[in-house]
């Protein structure tokens, strides 16, 4: 765990790349399921095999949905840290659709870190989520969280 003085020093740097997620049918199936989102592309593989994608593809929020699961691997909260809350996003792109049966990873650079004052800082981290042998990501996003030290 970095402690809050290490942080400017950590600008620019990828502080780590989370394990492999299956975005198999049945994990599409239940984000479904979930919320209510049946489009077609998502569900049905026979009128999905009928698009451009070839097959169904995850919900851009299911991919999105595993940011938190991906960094619990990678990101370390501050040393100190009583708790940290998502503070959401100033920029979120979905690049590349991710098909039935892929795997997915996240990468995390932090690109800043701010001192809110009372303990508080604001840490902004750059997510690119990769799909196993593509050439472009599923997604890229500036995500900010909430560190809130202890004391």
């Given at each position: 765990?970095?402690?809050?003085?290490?942080?400017?020093?950590?600008?620019?740097?990828?502080?780590?790349?989370?394990?492999?997620?299956?975005?198999?049918?049945?994990?599409?199936?239940?984000?479904?399921?979930?919320?209510?989102?049946?489009?077609?592309?998502?569900?049905?593989?026979?009128?999905?095999a009928q698009t451009p994608?070839?097959?169904?593809?995850?919900?851009?929020?299911?991919?999105?949905?595993?940011?938190?699961?991906?960094?619990?691997?990678?990101?370390?909260?501050?040393?100190?840290?009583?708790?940290?809350?998502?503070?959401?996003?100033?920029?979120?792109?979905?690049?590349?659709?991710?098909?039935?049966?892929?795997?997915?990873?996240?990468?995390?650079?932090?690109?800043?870190?701010?001192d809110k004052g009372g303990?508080?800082?604001?840490?902004?981290?750059?997510?690119?989520?990769?799909?196993?042998?593509?050439?472009?990501?599923?997604?890229?996003?500036?995500?900010?969280?909430?560190?809130?030290?202890?004391?």
């Amino acid at each position: 765990m970095p402690k809050p003085s290490e942080l400017q020093s950590l600008i620019g740097t990828e502080l780590g790349v989370s394990r492999w997620f299956l975005v198999d049918q049945a994990r599409i199936d239940a984000f479904a399921e979930t919320t209510e989102d049946w489009q077609f592309i998502h569900v049905n593989p026979e009128l999905a095999a009928q698009t451009p994608f070839g097959g169904t593809i995850a919900h851009g929020f299911l991919t999105l949905s595993l940011a938190s699961a991906m960094s619990y691997d990678c990101v370390k909260p501050l040393d100190g840290v009583a708790l940290g809350v998502n503070y959401g996003f100033d920029k979120l792109r979905f690049i590349a659709p991710v098909p039935a049966g892929s795997k997915i990873r996240g990468r995390f650079k932090l690109l800043s870190a701010e001192d809110k004052g009372g303990g508080r800082w604001l840490i902004k981290h750059e997510l690119t989520v990769e799909i196993e042998g593509g050439d472009k990501p599923a997604l890229i996003a500036e995500w900010l969280s909430m560190q809130m030290l202890a004391g």
